[in-house]
Nanobody, 120 residues
């Protein structure tokens, strides 16, 4: 199995910063892309940022404020969030595109989510 463990969520005031981290473990042989999604109450889950062999991709709403990075050796992906706004409040999910040991195909794997609340 593949496990994704997220950490770093919490409560922060508008204008503040938070850093999220996600670590992939288990019988994963290869990872080609890692990313962060978020889902606010009553809204659809949306891409925040992802990173892969073709570079990085950000939602327009977070460009210039959020930075995604990954460590290939540790199978981790981080999201540094600066200048946070109340509209950034959501559950943030880590997603990995990877291949399990012995498998011929790639699949998406999701973390359990971590709450980020931006409020004064």
């Amino acid at each position: 199995q593949v496990q994704l463990v997220e950490s770093g969520g919490g409560l922060v005031q508008p204008g503040g910063s938070l850093s999220l981290s996600c670590a992939a473990s288990g019988d994963i042989a290869q990872i080609t892309a890692m990313g962060w999604y978020r889902q606010a109450p009553g809204e659809q889950r949306e891409l925040v940022a992802d990173i892969g062999s073709d570079g990085t991709n950000y939602a327009d709403s977070v460009k210039g404020r959020f930075t995604i990075s990954k460590n290939n050796a540790k199978n981790t992906v981080d999201l540094q969030m600066n200048s946070l706004k109340p509209e950034d409040t959501a559950v943030y999910y880590c997603r990995v595109l990877g291949r399990r040991i012995g498998a011929l195909y790639f699949s998406h794997y999701w973390g359990q989510g971590t709450q980020v609340t931006v409020s004064s």
